[in-house]
């Protein structure tokens, strides 16, 4: 019997069961494929490019996930979940109004510098001015490490979204944030067959009740034109309150602090917390105003989340 294997991208995933589209379309063969992880030993993610052996016509299992570019997951003390693989930026929406969690700024900033991700901030419902200021001091530390910030109105102002378009174009980007910051508005901005799309994953895994739960990927529209070859896409993810660092190694959160660069090596103390420690060169870049409390706060938190971790994750 001739080799039935596939390579396919992985383009949805609900709980265990994931939908997949084959890289080369052929055609009388389905457009996309319901596959499922072998065991629990495949952690695979919307993004990956898989190679699928087929079961039947509609279906198969994921053999094996190709060599990744990069994997944005989230970890606790005792689990890891998966975001996206191989994305080259995050789109972190945050809202006037409900207020975002300055916290899960913070680890978004670190989880993209860690993975080499690029990451572009949407501020968004602008048109809600009177938590705006507010807002804007909490990007503050941002705008310095020199992110790049957008503020938008996704429902109101659609032209406020002109200036991201281009750095949509040929990449493949995964939206991240809370829920109710206005992350499937944008996304029905920028792919208004969306919903569509959405309804036909859906009715291919018999699964509508999980729709919320799912991580989907969707091609930019054709009418935008290739970049190096690339239509590009987005990636939405569902919102999450929690993103737990806990996978990253002491060394790994310091150097994630990108700020903190200047400083290190000169605490006097080699294992320096920069907590307390006399002598400690961190604590001379706060008071220089080189490094904001917030972040310097922040490094403290996933410092003392790392070390508490009760299993080593085993992603890398
Ligand atoms: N005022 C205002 N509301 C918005 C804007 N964008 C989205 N919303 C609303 O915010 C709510 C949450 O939006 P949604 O896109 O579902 O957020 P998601 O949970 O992040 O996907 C909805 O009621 C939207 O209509 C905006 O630019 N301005
Ligand atoms: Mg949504
Ligand atoms: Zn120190």
Known sequence: MANSNVQALLVASYGRNYLARPLISVPDQPEYLEVQARGKKHEVAVGDLIEVQRTSEHQGVIERILPRKNLLFRSDAFRSKSIAANVDQILLVLATEPGFSPDLLGRAAIAAQHEGIELRILLNKIDLTEKLDIARKLLEPYQQLGIPIHEISAKFHAQTLAHIEPHLAGKVSVLVGQSGMGKSTLLNQWVPTAVAQTREHSLKLDTGKHTTTACR???????????????????????????????????ELQHAFTEFEPFLGHCRFHNCTHAHEPGCAIQVGLLKGAIAPSRLQLFGQLLHESRNAVIQLQHH
């Open 217 to 251: 990927y969707y091609d930019l529209p054709s009418s935008w034109g290739m970049k190096n070859q690339i239509l590009g896409a987005l990636i939405d993810s569902p919102g999450f309150q929690e993103f737990g660092l806990a996978h990253l190694s002491e060394s």
